[in-house]
Every structure is written in C-alpha cells, then in structure tokens.
C-alpha cells in the first residue's frame, strides 16, 4: 500500500489550503483515514480522521476551519484548510488502517505545509 499526498504549500495567514492524499490498494469504504502534522521540535499529532462509516472527527484546534472527506470511487483522501494561521505550519501526513488500529499502519511520505503571517 502507497500512499502519496498532493497539495502542500507556501500560503499567507487567512489563507486556504487543499490536500490529496492517493490511496491505491486501500479501500477507502471500509478504511480509517486521517491526517496527521508534525512541526520542527514538535511531536506528530492527529489533525482530523475519517472511518468507513464518514464519520469525522477533529483537532479542537482545527475545529471549524479544517474539513476531511474521502471519494471511495478513486480512493482518495482529502483535507481542506481555511483559515490557515502560522501555528498550523507543519509536514502533513495521510495515514490509513484497515483495522481503525492507532498507531495506522500505512503512511504517505509527507507533504509541506507554510503558513506566514
């Protein structure tokens, strides 16, 4: 299983983001998914996930800005971020599990996130 996020970049505070995340080999229907950061010094968190039922669930503090979702037709995982502000700087991860186990067991490469004010 690959998984390879798509969308990362460079955005102004009050800004807005959108990440792919391809998933081919995972079945994203019967999945959990979900996004993960880690900041320079900083341990790697959970951002928002997602179950086989789409059911979401989120980060207070990505509550009301972030929204996760997921296309079961092409097995993708998405994350749109608005609002965006430096404290949200940070590599983003896409990880899956058939089994909804934490820690997941397949994890993307990473995509960067910079947010300047």
């Known amino acids: 299983v690959q998984l390879v996020e798509s969308g990362g970049g460079s955005v102004q505070a009050g800004g807005s983001l959108r990440l792919s995340c391809a998933a081919p080999?995972?079945?994203?229907?019967?999945?959990?998914m979900g996004w993960f950061r880690q900041a320079p010094g900083e341990e790697r968190e959970a951002v928002a996930s997602i179950d086989s039922d789409g059911e979401a669930d989120y980060a207070d503090a990505v509550k009301g800005r972030f929204n996760i979702s997921k296309d079961n037709t092409t097995d993708t995982l998405n994350l749109e971020m608005s609002g965006l502000k430096p404290e949200d700087t940070a590599m983003y991860y896409c990880?899956?599990?058939?089994?909804?186990?934490?820690?997941?067991?397949?994890w993307g490469q990473g995509t960067q996130v910079t947010v300047s004010s």
């Open positions: 990880a899956a599990d058939p089994n909804c186990l934490v820690p997941y067991q397949f």
């Open positions: 080999g995972v079945t994203a229907s019967s999945y959990c």
